[in-house]
């Protein structure tokens, strides 16, 4: 029999419509629809007092704001938030001896990294700028390079303008710009770029060349500054040289058989709906405890999309020292909503609403089951690099854009990134694997989701199954061997540093 309606949690008063649920129609053996309840929609399975918790997933995500017979729609317009978890005394070490699914993969095609740590996926030449006021000559001098140089160079893949709006008009020192700065500093040293140094500047701007570089990478071989050179032919000329120099050397890599443990991928949603919770999120939370079992380095994020859990991912830290830091990158990020006169009721977006979410509390018990099971062994501030292996938070703005960009500073080779609404989303220094939360979404859009989790949901394939599938693409994907539509059609998004500091 075809599912109508999934009950996540056996405390839960509401049922997810697998499909749209007519008035009158049966939702679930004896629970008639007393209206119309859209796809992904909840439905109450008993009556719900004014004032009485709504749960899903054996969570409370708010509380009624007026009475709600059985078989009635509730939606973001009826429940209130409840209060958020207190991070003080959060408890760490409880979730730790979850067995995790064993790989039946240990190894993967990549590219060794000169600076030590995870591989590289990808063989790219990335142009780093220190300001955005030399992207347009940029941008002009890399179509050239794409057309004429590129081609005579096989064995690299692409090239790649890392182009920001930081560097000038900014408070450089001022509290917070250490975010954009790390982050811009630990993309020049991305796997995927091979330890090549190419770094265009103006001259004058203030984030200067030692915030970025180290004293012995700071030469002519490594460093461009348009306003030492005489007229605009002669900076096209100079940067399609270097550029030159740098293909050459680049195109000596070649991809060796590394161990697992070589291997970092990030975990992002967007776009989701009541879904990701029950078929995309589990099913990459599977492939992730299968990745880190067999030693890789997994790392999830979005600070307002983990904050309503914070007490389940304590649990699964594994020293104080963890927990602390969760807690402290938490706190911040309360901080600076607060600041700007927001706070975490901000998220959903009016897409995830339709799409079933109704609140973020919701939301973020559906987006922590990416992480899986394993246990959190460090915490990382955004943009930060992993220093320990296996599952790791690493603290983001849940911007699509932004998390990217920060996780790719992080290091990752390739990210896996769910949906439920769909989104063309992709980045040029990484692949991203787009996971489908809803087999409708994969039928729309065929040609731009990699990979279907909706048949978790109807009962066609278990979380297990898919999760197992979804680890070894993600492990061809690493290898070269399969490129996701984003990467294959060229989709890429600008890169958005997370920048909390002033502009001047």
Same mark, same amino acid.
């Given at each position: 029999m075809k599912k109508t309606a999934i009950i996540m949690n056996e405390r839960d008063n509401v049922a997810i419509a697998v499909e749209e649920i007519g008035r009158g129609a049966q939702a679930l053996p004896g629970l008639i629809a007393l209206e119309r309840i859209p796809q992904g929609h909840k439905i109450a399975l008993e009556d719900i007092p004014q004032g009485a918790a709504i749960l899903r997933y054996g969570v409370e995500l708010g509380y009624a704001l007026r009475p709600i017979k059985r078989g009635g729609w509730i939606n973001e317009d009826s429940l209130r938030l409840p209060e958020m978890p207190d991070l003080h005394d959060l408890r760490w070490g409880l979730r730790l001896d979850a067995p995790l699914p064993p790989a039946p993969r240990d190894s993967f095609e990549g590219y060794p990294n000169p600076y030590g740590g995870p591989a590289g996926t990808r063989n790219i030449l990335a142009i780093h700028t220190t300001v955005q006021c030399v992207v347009g000559v940029l941008n002009i001098a890399v179509e050239r390079i794409r057309r004429e140089l590129l081609p005579q160079y096989l064995h690299v893949q692409g090239v790649v303008p890392i182009s920001h709006d930081y560097g000038c008009g900014v408070a450089i020192s001022a509290p917070g710009a250490d975010i954009p700065i790390r982050t811009l500093k630990n993309l020049i040293r991305h796997p995927n770029f091979g330890g090549e140094i190419m770094l265009v500047g103006l001259g004058c701007e203030k984030l200067t060349l030692d915030m970025l570089l180290k004293p012995d990478e700071i030469n002519a071989e490594n460093v461009l500054m348009l306003q030492e050179i005489e007229g605009f032919d002669a900076m096209l000329e100079a940067i399609y040289a270097m550029a030159e120099r740098k293909l050459k050397k680049l195109n000596e890599r070649r991809r060796e058989t590394l161990p697992l443990s070589k291997l970092l991928v990030g975990l992002q949603c967007g776009g989701s709906d009541a879904f990701s919770g029950v078929t995309a999120n589990p099913a990459a939370g599977y492939a992730a405890d299968m990745l880190v079992g067999a030693g890789a380095t997994v790392l999830f994020s979005e600070a307002s999309e983990v904050r309503d859990g914070a007490h389940l991912i304590a649990e699964r830290c594994v020293d104080e020292a963890t927990c602390r830091k969760l807690a402290y990158e938490l706190q911040w990020f309360d901080d600076y909503l607060e600041r700007g006169g927001a706070d975490r009721s901000a998220n959903p977006s009016?897409?995830?609403? /339709?799409?079933? +979410?109704?609140?973020?509390?919701?939301?973020?018990? @559906?987006?922590?089951?990416?992480?899986?099971? *394993?246990?959190?062994?460090?915490? +990382?501030?955004?943009? /930060?690099?992993? #220093?320990?292996? @296996?599952?790791?938070?690493?603290?983001? *703005?849940? #911007?699509?854009?932004?998390?990217?960009?920060?996780?790719?500073?992080?290091?990752?080779?390739?990210?896996?990134?769910?949906?439920?609404? @769909?989104?063309?989303?992709?980045?040029? *220094?990484?692949?991203?694997?787009?996971v489908s939360s809803r087999t409708a979404l994969k039928q729309q859009w065929g040609d731009l989701i990699d990979f279907d989790a909706g048949p978790a949901a109807t009962g066609g394939m278990t979380i297990a199954q898919l999760g197992e599938s979804l680890f070894h693409q993600i492990v061809d994907v690493a290898s070269g061997r399969v490129r996701p539509a984003a990467e294959r059609y060229g989709i890429h998004n600008d890169l958005c540093l997370f920048n909390p500091a002033p502009i001047t």
């Open positions: 009016p897409g995830n609403k /339709e799409g079933g +979410l109704s609140n973020i509390v919701e939301k973020v018990m @559906g987006a922590i089951a990416k992480s899986g099971t *394993a246990p959190i062994v460090e915490v +990382l501030a955004p943009a /930060e690099r992993p #220093s320990k292996q @296996g599952m790791i938070y690493a603290n983001t *703005a849940a #911007s699509d854009f932004v998390c990217g960009t920060s996780q790719l500073a992080s290091g990752i080779g390739v990210q896996v990134f769910m949906t439920g609404r @769909g989104t063309p989303y992709g980045l040029a *220094a990484a692949p991203v694997i787009k």
